[in-house]
């Protein structure tokens, strides 16, 4: 059974592989999260040129 912050992860890592910087396809779509207890951030840092995006959700 997965979890609904794993199943998040891992809808970016299958459809947010392309850098909106480079164009690199990062195939492997390395996506981290983490949470402060109060939000959670998915991040993934592009092997190609090092730009950074985010996605953040505030827990309710």
Known sequence: M????ERVR??????????P???YVDESGNWESRTDGSR???RHV???CDASREHTFKLA
């Open 2 to 5: 997965t979890t609904l912050l």
């Open 10 to 19: 891992r809808r970016y890592e299958t459809t947010e592989k392309k850098c």
């Open 21 to 23: 910087e480079c164009g």
């Open 40 to 42: 959670i951030v998915y």
């Open 46 to 48: 592009c092997p190609g």
